[in-house]
Protein backbone atom coordinates (compact mmCIF):
# COMPACT_ATOMS: atom_id res chain seq x y z
CA UNK A 1 0.00 0.00 0.00
CA UNK A 2 1.73 3.30 -1.00
CA UNK A 3 2.90 5.44 1.85
CA UNK A 4 0.97 8.79 1.91
CA UNK A 5 3.30 12.20 0.64
CA UNK A 6 3.50 14.71 3.25
CA UNK A 7 1.38 17.81 1.44
CA UNK A 8 1.64 21.23 2.95
CA UNK A 9 -1.18 23.43 3.24
CA UNK A 10 -1.50 26.99 4.36
CA UNK A 11 -5.32 27.57 4.24
CA UNK A 12 -6.64 26.40 7.38
CA UNK A 13 -10.31 25.74 5.99
CA UNK A 14 -9.12 23.31 3.57
CA UNK A 15 -6.11 21.69 5.69
CA UNK A 16 -9.56 20.84 8.37
CA UNK A 17 -11.20 19.13 5.46
CA UNK A 18 -8.32 16.93 4.60
CA UNK A 19 -8.37 15.82 8.45
CA UNK A 20 -12.04 15.14 8.01
CA UNK A 21 -12.34 13.52 4.88
CA UNK A 22 -9.33 11.36 5.87
CA UNK A 23 -11.38 10.23 8.70
CA UNK A 24 -14.65 9.49 7.70
CA UNK A 25 -12.86 7.47 4.64
CA UNK A 26 -11.44 5.20 7.37
CA UNK A 27 -7.85 4.64 6.02
CA UNK A 28 -5.25 3.96 7.80
CA UNK A 29 -1.31 4.11 6.47
CA UNK A 30 1.02 1.29 6.89
CA UNK A 31 2.65 3.12 9.49
CA UNK A 32 0.71 1.15 11.87
CA UNK A 33 0.23 4.40 13.80
CA UNK A 34 -3.95 4.51 13.71
CA UNK A 35 -4.73 6.07 16.73
CA UNK A 36 -7.25 3.51 17.33
CA UNK A 37 -4.95 1.07 17.63
CA UNK A 38 -3.38 -0.75 20.57
CA UNK A 39 0.10 -2.79 20.35
CA UNK A 40 1.27 -4.65 23.22
CA UNK A 41 4.74 -3.93 22.20
CA UNK A 42 6.57 -0.32 22.71
CA UNK A 43 5.56 2.24 20.21
CA UNK A 44 6.20 1.40 16.60
CA UNK A 45 5.57 4.49 14.69
CA UNK A 46 9.77 4.77 14.25
CA UNK A 47 9.61 1.73 12.28
CA UNK A 48 7.05 1.77 9.37
CA UNK A 49 6.80 3.96 6.41
CA UNK A 50 8.69 5.14 4.07
CA UNK A 51 10.83 8.39 5.67
CA UNK A 52 12.38 6.94 8.34
CA UNK A 53 15.43 5.75 6.90
CA UNK A 54 17.64 7.46 9.12
CA UNK A 55 16.28 5.46 12.49
CA UNK A 56 16.36 2.51 9.85
CA UNK A 57 20.03 2.34 9.02
CA UNK A 58 20.90 3.19 13.08
CA UNK A 59 19.01 0.23 14.10
CA UNK A 60 20.63 -1.65 11.56
CA UNK A 61 23.54 -0.99 12.44
CA UNK A 62 22.96 -2.45 15.89
CA UNK A 63 21.91 -5.54 15.03
CA UNK A 64 23.44 -8.52 15.47
CA UNK A 65 24.72 -11.08 12.63
CA UNK A 66 24.43 -14.72 12.61
CA UNK A 67 24.19 -17.81 10.56
CA UNK A 68 20.78 -18.27 12.30
CA UNK A 69 19.68 -21.56 13.97
CA UNK A 70 17.84 -24.37 12.19
CA UNK A 71 14.58 -25.17 11.40
CA UNK A 72 14.29 -27.95 13.50
CA UNK A 73 11.20 -27.88 15.42
CA UNK A 74 9.14 -25.19 13.88
CA UNK A 75 5.44 -25.11 13.20
CA UNK A 76 3.09 -22.52 13.15
CA UNK A 77 1.72 -23.74 16.00
CA UNK A 78 4.87 -22.60 17.71
CA UNK A 79 3.59 -19.30 17.39
CA UNK A 80 0.08 -19.03 19.08
CA UNK A 81 -2.85 -19.57 17.24
CA UNK A 82 -3.57 -17.55 14.17
CA UNK A 83 -4.93 -13.89 14.21
CA UNK A 84 -5.96 -12.94 17.93
CA UNK A 85 -7.60 -10.11 18.84
CA UNK A 86 -4.88 -8.60 20.55
CA UNK A 87 -6.34 -5.07 20.65
CA UNK A 88 -9.74 -5.71 22.23
CA UNK A 89 -11.89 -4.53 19.80
CA UNK A 90 -14.00 -7.40 19.39
CA UNK A 91 -11.94 -8.27 15.56
CA UNK A 92 -9.26 -10.52 15.12
CA UNK A 93 -5.74 -9.51 13.47
CA UNK A 94 -6.64 -10.58 10.06
CA UNK A 95 -9.78 -8.15 9.25
CA UNK A 96 -8.07 -5.98 11.43
CA UNK A 97 -5.13 -5.61 8.73
CA UNK A 98 -7.36 -6.33 5.81
CA UNK A 99 -9.65 -3.06 7.25
CA UNK A 100 -6.60 -1.35 7.53
CA UNK A 101 -4.72 -2.01 3.96
CA UNK A 102 -8.37 -2.50 1.77
CA UNK A 103 -9.74 1.17 0.69
CA UNK A 104 -13.49 0.20 -0.57
CA UNK A 105 -13.76 -1.64 2.16
CA UNK A 106 -17.44 -3.52 2.81
CA UNK A 107 -18.35 -5.53 5.92
CA UNK A 108 -20.93 -8.10 7.16
CA UNK A 109 -20.81 -7.04 10.34
CA UNK A 110 -18.69 -5.12 12.70
CA UNK A 111 -15.49 -6.78 11.55
CA UNK A 112 -15.92 -9.24 9.01
CA UNK A 113 -14.52 -7.37 5.58
CA UNK A 114 -16.17 -9.05 2.44
CA UNK A 115 -14.93 -7.18 -0.01
CA UNK A 116 -12.58 -4.19 -0.97
CA UNK A 117 -9.23 -3.16 -2.93
CA UNK A 118 -5.50 -3.61 -2.26
CA UNK A 119 -3.22 -1.69 -3.51
CA UNK A 120 -0.64 -4.39 -3.26
CA UNK A 121 2.66 -3.38 -2.17
CA UNK A 122 4.24 -6.76 -3.56
CA UNK A 123 3.30 -6.12 -7.58
CA UNK A 124 1.93 -2.75 -7.57
CA UNK A 125 -1.46 -4.12 -8.92
CA UNK A 126 -5.05 -3.20 -7.79
CA UNK A 127 -6.37 -6.61 -6.39
CA UNK A 128 -10.09 -6.99 -5.87
CA UNK A 129 -10.61 -8.96 -2.61
CA UNK A 130 -13.85 -10.74 -2.46
CA UNK A 131 -14.46 -13.05 1.27
CA UNK A 132 -15.41 -15.83 -1.58
CA UNK A 133 -12.23 -16.08 -3.21
CA UNK A 134 -10.31 -14.88 0.28
CA UNK A 135 -7.11 -16.66 -0.71
CA UNK A 136 -6.40 -14.58 -3.08
CA UNK A 137 -5.50 -12.16 -0.19
CA UNK A 138 -3.49 -12.88 2.47
CA UNK A 139 -1.25 -11.57 5.28
CA UNK A 140 2.36 -11.74 5.24
CA UNK A 141 4.44 -11.51 7.92
CA UNK A 142 6.96 -8.64 6.99
CA UNK A 143 9.46 -10.49 9.19
CA UNK A 144 8.30 -14.50 8.13
CA UNK A 145 7.91 -16.53 11.13
CA UNK A 146 9.97 -19.37 10.11
CA UNK A 147 13.02 -16.90 9.92
CA UNK A 148 12.15 -15.75 13.06
CA UNK A 149 12.36 -19.37 14.24
CA UNK A 150 16.18 -19.84 12.93
CA UNK A 151 17.29 -16.27 14.11
CA UNK A 152 16.12 -16.60 17.80
CA UNK A 153 12.37 -16.79 18.46
CA UNK A 154 13.03 -20.40 19.23
CA UNK A 155 14.10 -19.51 22.23
CA UNK A 156 11.07 -17.45 23.09
CA UNK A 157 8.01 -17.98 25.20
CA UNK A 158 4.93 -19.01 23.15
CA UNK A 159 3.67 -15.74 24.42
CA UNK A 160 6.39 -13.77 22.73
CA UNK A 161 6.45 -15.86 19.60
CA UNK A 162 2.19 -15.03 19.15
CA UNK A 163 2.92 -11.31 20.30
CA UNK A 164 5.51 -10.92 17.09
CA UNK A 165 2.77 -13.01 14.89
CA UNK A 166 0.10 -10.69 15.53
CA UNK A 167 2.02 -7.38 15.41
CA UNK A 168 0.57 -4.95 13.03
CA UNK A 169 3.88 -3.44 12.22
CA UNK A 170 5.17 -6.98 11.06
CA UNK A 171 1.66 -7.41 8.59
CA UNK A 172 0.82 -6.60 5.05
CA UNK A 173 -2.30 -7.47 3.52
CA UNK A 174 -0.94 -8.72 -0.11
CA UNK A 175 -1.62 -11.10 -3.17
CA UNK A 176 -1.55 -14.65 -2.65
CA UNK A 177 1.23 -14.91 -5.36
CA UNK A 178 4.36 -12.91 -4.03
CA UNK A 179 3.28 -13.79 -0.69
CA UNK A 180 3.50 -17.76 -1.05
CA UNK A 181 6.79 -17.06 -3.41
CA UNK A 182 8.35 -14.93 -0.24
CA UNK A 183 7.75 -17.81 1.99
CA UNK A 184 9.92 -18.04 4.77
CA UNK A 185 12.93 -16.08 2.83
CA UNK A 186 14.93 -13.04 4.19
CA UNK A 187 15.77 -9.59 2.42
CA UNK A 188 18.84 -11.62 0.57
CA UNK A 189 16.66 -13.66 -1.00
CA UNK A 190 13.71 -12.10 -2.05
CA UNK A 191 13.08 -8.82 -2.54
CA UNK A 192 9.71 -6.55 -3.15
CA UNK A 193 9.53 -4.36 -6.34
CA UNK A 194 11.85 -0.99 -6.71
CA UNK A 195 9.70 1.31 -5.19
CA UNK A 196 8.71 -0.61 -1.63
CA UNK A 197 11.94 -2.05 -1.31
CA UNK A 198 12.36 1.07 0.99
CA UNK A 199 9.17 0.86 2.74
CA UNK A 200 9.92 -2.57 3.62
CA UNK A 201 13.30 -2.56 4.37
CA UNK A 202 12.37 -0.16 7.12
CA UNK A 203 9.70 -2.13 8.61
CA UNK A 204 11.56 -5.84 8.33
CA UNK A 205 14.58 -3.84 10.14
CA UNK A 206 12.37 -2.00 12.72
CA UNK A 207 10.62 -5.68 13.66
CA UNK A 208 14.19 -7.17 13.72
CA UNK A 209 15.20 -3.94 16.08
CA UNK A 210 12.53 -4.08 18.40
CA UNK A 211 12.49 -8.30 19.26
CA UNK A 212 16.33 -8.25 18.82
CA UNK A 213 15.99 -11.26 16.44
CA UNK A 214 19.45 -11.33 14.55
CA UNK A 215 19.73 -11.29 10.80
CA UNK A 216 22.04 -13.09 8.26
CA UNK A 217 24.98 -11.21 6.66
CA UNK A 218 23.63 -11.29 3.59
CA UNK A 219 20.70 -10.09 4.83
CA UNK A 220 22.46 -7.17 6.24
CA UNK A 221 23.72 -6.36 3.26
CA UNK A 222 20.66 -6.28 1.15
CA UNK A 223 18.86 -4.60 3.37
CA UNK A 224 21.30 -1.72 3.53
CA UNK A 225 20.97 -1.75 -0.62
CA UNK A 226 17.50 -1.61 0.22
CA UNK A 227 17.41 1.32 1.69
CA UNK A 228 19.69 3.33 -0.72
CA UNK A 229 16.71 3.39 -2.76
CA UNK A 230 15.13 5.25 -0.12
Known amino acids: MPVPRRV?????????????????????????????????GKSSSKK????????????????????GGSMSGYSRDEFGPA????????CDTRDDILSRDLTDVKKRDKCTVISGRLDDP?????????K??????QIDHVFPLGLA????????TEDKRSQLANDRDNLL?????????????GPSEWQPPKAFECTYAEKFIGVADEYHLSVTHADHTELGDMLDTC
Not at 132 to 137: G, K, L, Q, T
Request: charged fraction near 25%.
Open 173 to 185: AVSSRPNEQKSDK
Open 8 to 40: SVKVTSVLVSVFVAAGCAGNVSLNGDDPSSSHS
Open 132 to 137: AHAIDV
Open 122 to 130: YTGKDITFA
Open 48 to 67: AGKGNEGTARKELSGLKESA
Open 83 to 90: WKDVDHNG
Open 149 to 156: WRMGAKDW
